[in-house]
T-cell receptor, first 113, second 111 residues
């Protein structure tokens, strides 16, 4: 079955630290990949997406992600986090054979100032 | 352009009561979805629709029903609420097999 795994459940960083959140997806054919962010009490917002082409994808708020096909990974990165990045981050996949996004369990990021 | 709007935002139900959650989108999207979000579980798909008059089951459909009588609306019904259905419910819509846009969520508590 198609699935998305996020191995970091809770990440705690100080402001200005670098961030990398892991995301792995299962084999199942062509897949579109997404990172969403959910700020406290709010709905999910799209950070970035990868369909094809350049495997390094840049999104909003200084986030980027790298698609590594050989590792089935789509990790999210940010060089320097801010207190306002405190949120829950979800990786999601949409397979060619599917219709709806399949989400990982999420990673809670806490940034202290 | 309001995007995806969910009604109500909060609700408390007693076990056995019924209710309907309404989702409305003004982006002319064909696809609509209902997810539930539980701590440590991420978002799990309940039901979805790929067009007016069509619905399909997702990962966790038991205890829920849906209807898509109009393209812009997607209703989620709970016929007999159970405490296990305490959750935050998110509706989403998309043009197709691309990114989805989410509503603000409905926090449902079943006591």
């Amino acid at each position: 079955a198609q699935s998305v795994s996020q191995h970091n459940h809770h990440v705690i960083l100080s402001e200005a630290a670098s961030l990398e959140l892991g995301c792995n997806y299962s084999y199942g054919g062509t897949v579109n990949l997404f990172w969403y962010v959910q700020y406290p009490g709010q709905h999910l917002q799209l950070l970035l997406k990868y369909f094809s082409g350049d495997p390094l994808v840049k999104g909003i708020k200084g986030f980027e992600a790298e698609f590594i096909k050989s590792k089935f990974s789509f990790n999210l990165r940010k060089p320097s986090v801010q207190w306002s990045d405190t949120a829950e981050y979800f990786c999601a996949g949409l397979w060619q054979a599917g219709t709806a996004l399949i989400f990982g369990k999420g990673t809670t990021l806490s940034v202290s100032s | 352009n309001a995007g995806v709007t969910q009604t109500p935002k909060f609700r408390v139900l007693k076990t056995g009561q019924s209710m309907t959650l309404l989702c409305a989108q003004d982006m002319n999207h064909e696809y609509m979805y209902w997810y539930r979000q539980d701590p440590g579980m991420g978002l799990r798909l309940i039901h979805y629709s790929v067009g007016e008059g069509t619905t399909a089951k997702g990962e966790v459909p038991d205890g829920y029903n849906v209807s898509r009588l109009k393209k812009q609306n997607f209703l989620l019904g709970l016929e007999s609420a159970a405490p296990s259905q305490t959750s935050v419910y998110f509706c989403a819509s998309s043009y197709g097999r691309v990114e989805a846009f989410f509503g603000q969520g409905t926090r449902l508590t079943v006591v």
